[in-house]
């Protein structure tokens, strides 16, 4: 019933901060835990938790450190006496013991590691309980993937509506060229006299750009002849 139910909550949250508070509020009123914390596992996670002993610290069953465990998708369980420091790396609170679960997140180019934090440890975490976290890692690693495809295809969405309004407003701006082109030729061929002429060119050429201020002059080797100041 507790992973239908988390399940759920992860398919009802948009936003991945969004999942792991549901999913936090969720377990704490099932399994005896503080808090979720979602670290990148490339990174400095060991100082983000105030516990950098914790990459020399052997993983009992494997004979292996704590980061070797966890390149190789085993669950990793600090606790206050290995590590006395561990601190909890969002509010640097005391903590008595961190769960530590690598995802495995596709697409992503370095591990994440759901953290569970404890702040009065009780007892281990029973086999079935590291189980049901072992699953619910992988129901947040669906819930990654698909907020990561979701924002590649409102990316790729947004990219191509830009490039589709450029290449409008382009063939908008040609069609206007070639209108107002087509406009002043015809004006060439009518026979208006220059009251009428130059009024009508500056409106035409207002449609192509901003021109408030418009001047007609006759280029001579020596002087210029104005005909006309709009």
Partial sequence: TLIRRAQQCLNESAQLDDALHVLQNLLQGSIAIDSLVLLDGQSDWSAEL?????????????????????QVGRLVYLTHQTCPTLCHPQTAKLMASCLIVPLTVSDHQSQLLLCVMRSVETREFPPYVLNFFQVIADFLATKITLINLNAHIENEVTQRTNLLRREISERQHAENLQRTLFEIAELSTKRIDAEHLYPSLHRILKRLFVAENFLIARFQLLTFQFLVVL
């Fill in 50 to 70: 105030h516990c950098e002993a914790a990459l020399h610290v052997l993983h009992a069953d494997a004979q292996l450190t704590v980061a070797e465990s966890l």
